[in-house]
T-cell receptor, first 112, second 113 residues
Framework: DVKVTQSSRYLVKRTGEKVFLECVQDMDHENMFWYRQDPGLGLRLIYFSYDVKMKEKGDIPEGYSVSREKKERFSLILESASTNQTSMYLC???????????FGQGTRLTVV | AQTVTQSQPEMSVQEAETVTLSCTYDTSESDYYLFWYKQPPSRQMILVIRQEAYKQQNATENRFSVNFQKAAKSFSLKISDSQLGDAAMYFCAYRSSVNDMRFGAGTRLTVKP
């Protein structure tokens, strides 16, 4: 059974903290994605990676960075968390090409 | 970047009836995939159905079918014989040759018993 695992389901952090959201997939997929989900806005792409150490900015990369040192792991980093980054974060992975993406269970991040 | 538009924030259907969710997209590419995902309260995104742009035949998965109009850039989802378990957020998605994947804002479907 395919699996994408996000390190936390719920997370509470303080303003200014450096936050790491981790995502691991076990399907040997080349592509991995980080999305942010907010009511009325759907899923917005933050960053995606098409290979180890390779990344592309999505639609809302400001305030975020990513790291992909190994094929199975894709990390989202909030360098200095702010309250407007309170949101649901979804990680996904997919094969190269036009195939479907598989999702993790999501991390609900609250920045106080 | 390609855009995906879902113009219905909320929809409601009576159990056993049929409902259609709308999606339009904007692209200059000719080869791409389109998807409908379901997100129940558990938050887990579940693939409902996919459509390859080069296929003229509309995809069907049991009670779920699509109406794919490539020239109009329209991709609607029809749910027949609606069940209580169909209640969820539904997202339309587009994936192109550059490998990224874009989603619409979603439609919240309520199923009334």
């Amino acid at each position: 059974d395919v699996k994408v695992t996000q390190s936390s389901r719920y997370l509470v952090k303080r303003t200014g903290e450096k936050v790491f959201l981790e995502c691991v997939q076990d399907m040997d997929h080349e592509n991995m994605f980080w999305y942010r989900q907010d009511p009325g806005l759907g899923l917005r792409l933050i960053y995606f990676s098409y290979d180890v150490k390779m990344k592309e900015k999505g639609d809302i990369p400001e305030g975020y960075s990513v790291s992909r040192e190994k094929k199975e792991r894709f990390s989202l980093i909030l360098e200095s968390a702010s309250t407007n980054q309170t949101s649901m974060y979804l990680c996904a992975s997919a094969d190269r090409g036009r195939t479907e993406a598989f999702f993790g269970q999501g991390t609900r991040l609250t920045v106080v | 970047a390609q855009t995906v538009t879902q113009s219905q924030p909320e929809m409601s259907v009576q159990e056993a009836e049929t409902v259609t969710l709308s999606c339009t997209y904007d692209t200059s590419e000719s080869d791409y995939y389109l998807f409908w995902y379901k997100q129940p309260p558990s938050r887990q995104m579940i693939l409902v159905i996919r459509q390859e742009a080069y296929k003229q035949q509309n995809a069907t998965e049991n009670r779920f079918s699509v109406n794919f109009q490539k020239a109009a850039k329209s991709f609607s989802l029809k749910i027949s014989d609606s069940q209580l378990g169909d209640a969820a957020m539904y997202f339309c998605a587009y994936r192109s040759s550059v490998n990224d994947m874009r989603f619409g804002a979603g439609t919240r479907l309520t199923v009334k018993p």
